[in-house]
């Protein structure tokens, strides 16, 4: 198959890039070694922030008898729910990253280039 484009990476600015020329008719191809959305979105921005936010729960329930909320029981977290929810999160994020950058005709190819 022949391509107008090719674009390395699938983060940021690459998927923005890839789903700009697929939205103005070139035929483009995007070539992602791990995962679609880059490390902000698989290994840094987005997971860090679904674990502080479990964390910040906690933190609350813990402070919550100043505010008049009663908790019975000390509070505890569950690691793997957490991590659960992390992995489910980042999921479906990624999947919506590749869901918009092939609707506009992109090919996406899951191998290292250079």
Same mark, same amino acid.
């Given at each position: 198959?022949?391509? %107008?484009?090719?674009?390395?990476?699938?983060?940021?600015?690459?998927?923005?890039?890839?789903?700009?020329?697929?939205?103005?008719?070139?035929?483009?191809?995007?070539?992602?070694?791990?995962?679609?959305?880059?490390?902000?979105? !698989?290994?840094?921005?987005?997971?860090?922030? +679904?674990?502080?936010?479990?964390?910040?729960?906690?933190? !609350?329930?813990?402070?919550?008898?100043?505010?008049?909320?009663?908790?019975?029981?000390?509070?505890?977290? %569950?690691?793997?729910?957490?991590?659960?929810?992390? %992995?489910? +999160?980042?999921?479906?994020?990624?999947?919506?990253? +590749?869901? +918009?950058?092939?609707?506009?005709?992109?090919?996406?190819?899951?191998?290292?280039?250079?």
């Amino acid at each position: 198959m022949k391509f %107008d484009i090719a674009i390395i990476g699938g983060g940021p600015a690459g998927y923005t890039a890839a789903e700009r020329a697929g939205a103005n008719g070139l035929r483009t191809v995007l070539f992602e070694k791990k995962a679609m959305g880059g490390v902000c979105l !698989n290994e840094g921005c987005i997971p860090t922030k +679904t674990l502080l936010y479990s964390a910040k729960v906690l933190d !609350n329930i813990k402070g919550a008898s100043k505010y008049g909320v009663s908790v019975s029981g000390l509070p505890a977290f %569950d690691m793997e729910k957490i991590i659960n929810r992390k %992995d489910k +999160t980042v999921k479906k994020l990624t999947g919506g990253v +590749t869901m +918009t950058v092939t609707s506009y005709g992109v090919t996406i190819v899951e191998h290292e280039a250079s």
